[in-house]
């Protein structure tokens, strides 16, 4: 096809967000399905290379760059919006329609940017396209944690701005390709910015509670938007200016770790998912940090699985919320009865999440696992087990027993809207292709040459042990009461500092300024007062003191001759 006849590829989904103001009813609905389509198909008519390219303040800009790592991304982001379009087509909410597809092509449009000013520009649109998905819900709550969500959001452009006006300065290029952190002088810190810019995104230790905050009190239409592209755009940011870095195995390790703690004793089935989110994104980085071409197409593959089996995972929560209005695990229960079919969804993105034989996180899972082995790395290896047990754990198990089996709620509902059902059918179906036929689907695709041959024996059993290991040790559990019960709580962790320790050191803090200030007033006022009873004789009933007396008015006239010159000496010099 002739570039001439394309459109840069994040304008289809963009176009269909400004019709989707415009239009309502079955146009409206029509539009937005076709759009991923047409999006698609126009990512098919473009060759590798740089499209578009101009030069803005002497600087080569580069806004549409075409390469496998970008397509891979590309086609990934518009299988995902025509997903959760599907899914969103009962509500008749449009902030939620334009907001969902302005976030969409912005992560589009960010994933194809040839250089880092574009990148800036489109990851500041996934900001504040997205926050709308929070404020959609239209609750207290959600106001709250989309501002603070926003503001963390607008603090990861910032530094993304100023680490790329430094690389620009010392290199001369604002081209977005290996960046990596080995640069001397003032480049280093640049680096270190664009680095930790893209770790606020991807949700690193300490810095991830705008993800558990904000996902979970978005609407059940917009998490799926949401758990779908923001931290997917910055695994690609890190694939694309920072893989091989060593400091990333050890920081994905923590982020696949520490979630598992949290989510077993969280009670809200949302934010137990996100929580999960950042365990999958930490398997992801520690392929990134590893660097070889198998962990690098593990890493790519593995976003690719994620976004469709935490999309369908998030959608069955959101299901189960738009149908009894409750998502916490000590509400829940019995489910099955009345929603079997999303029931039984729900255990396909449990098993596929969970990496079993056959469903989509298996291959690329292992993939990782293997490629950690195989560079030495045995005591990430080992943790990344722990980690895999865990996922199991909490979304494998947790999730479907809490919410559709464990003890009967008494709540008796219908199954979701149509569209709903078959947008959780479609991603289901695809949990089990891109696990199935790894070789035809997904991994046809990969941006680096390498053969992987996942199911081998080793691989299989290997998994199997594990996963049959982890549900005993979850039923011993239970059966022995000692399984984390679902109890209405909130749980902190790093947001402990924002939540407690601040307001603690701020009040303190208030009251010594408070009472400086009032032991001083106390003393000026005392002060005042001396200075007042000085000055008066009460016995006389008059004034006393050297300015207390009566003045000639020639005297008078003098002094204030010599305040004006005064005045005037001031005013000219």
């Known amino acids: 096809m002739n570039s001439l006849m394309l459109v840069p590829p994040f304008l289809p989904l963009m176009l269909g967000a400004l019709a989707a103001i415009l239009l309502r009813g079955w146009l409206r609905n029509a539009i937005m399905l076709v759009t ?4 698609a198909l126009n990512l098919m008519g473009f060759e590798h290379g740089l499209f578009w390219t101009y030069e803005f303040m002497g600087y080569a800009l580069e806004p549409v760059r075409i390469d496998k790592l970008s397509l891979m991304f590309g086609y990934l982001f518009h299988l995902a919006s025509f997903i959760a379009i599907v899914y969103a087509l009962h509500i008749k909410d449009t902030v939620q329609h334009v907001a969902g597809l302005a976030y969409a092509a912005s992560a589009v449009g960010a994933v194809f940017a040839g250089d880092l000013l574009t990148l800036f520009v489109f990851w500041e649109l996934l900001a504040l396209t997205s926050v709308f998905l929070v404020w959609a819900r239209r609750t207290n709550r959600a106001y709250s944690s989309g501002f603070r969500y926003l503001i963390i959001q607008v603090l990861s452009g910032v530094m993304l701005l100023a680490g790329l006006l430094i690389f620009a300065q010392v290199t001369g290029s604002l081209r977005f390709d290996d960046i990596g952190l080995e640069h001397g002088g003032i480049a280093q810190i640049g680096a270190w910015l664009i680095f930790f810019a893209f ?3 991807c949700a690193f230790p300490f810095v991830h509670n705008w993800l558990t905050d904000a996902y979970p009190e978005a609407t059940p239409t917009g998490t799926i938007f949401l758990a779908s592209f923001t931290t997917k755009v910055a695994v690609y940011a890190f694939a694309r200016g920072f893989a091989g870095e060593e400091i990333l195995v050890w920081i994905g390790v923590t982020m696949a770790c520490f979630p598992i703690f949290f989510a077993v004793i969280e009670n809200d089935l949302r934010r137990v998912l996100a929580y999960s989110l950042i365990n999958q994104i930490g398997f992801m980085i520690v392929g990134i940090g590893i660097g070889t071409a198998i962990a690098l197409n593990g890493a790519v593959a593995h976003a690719f699985n994620d976004v469709i089996f935490k999309g369908l995972l998030m959608m ?16 829940l229960g019995g489910l099955y009865k009345s929603m079997p079919k999303t029931t039984i969804l729900c255990m396909v993105g449990a098993a596929s999440i969970s990496a079993f034989p056959l469903f989509s996180g298996f291959v690329s899972k292992s993939m990782i696992m293997s490629a950690a082995v195989a560079e030495g790395y045995d005591v990430v290896w080992l943790l990344l ?10 979304a494998g198990i947790k999730i479907p027993y809490f919410a559709f089996f464990a003890h009967d709620s008494g709540i008796r509902t219908t199954e979701p809207p149509t569209n709903m059902l078959i947008a959780m059918t479609i991603a289901a179906v695809l949990c089990v292709i891109f696990g199935t ?3 035809q689907t997904v991994y046809a695709l990969l941006p680096w040459d390498a053969n992987y041959e996942p199911y081998d024996i080793t691989h299989v059993l290997t998994q199997l042990q594990l996963l049959f290991f ?5 039923v011993w559990l239970n059966l022995r009461n000692m399984y984390p019960p679902e109890l209405p709580s909130t749980n902190l962790d790093a947001d402990w ?3 407690k320790l601040a307001p603690a050191f701020l009040k303190r803090f208030a009251c010594a300024v408070y009472g400086v200030y009032t032991k001083f007033e106390e003393s000026v006022i005392a002060l005042i007062k001396r200075a007042v009873q000085n000055s008066y004789d009460a016995e006389a009933g008059q004034p006393k003191g050297y300015f207390a007396k009566l003045w000639p008015t020639e005297t008078m006239v003098v002094w204030v001759a010599v305040l004006l010159a005064g005045y005037l000496i001031i005013y000219f010099f």
């Open 36 to 39: 991923p389509f047409i999006g």
């Open 199 to 201: 770790g606020i995104k």
């Open 316 to 331: 069955t929560m959101g299901a189960v919320l738009h149908m009894t209005g409750k998502i916490n695990g000590s509400e």
């Open 385 to 394: 087990l722990f980690a895999a047990a865990g996922v199991f754990h909490h």
């Open 437 to 439: 036929f790894p070789q």
């Open 470 to 474: 982890s549900a005993l040790a979850f």
């Open 497 to 499: 500092f924002y939540r």
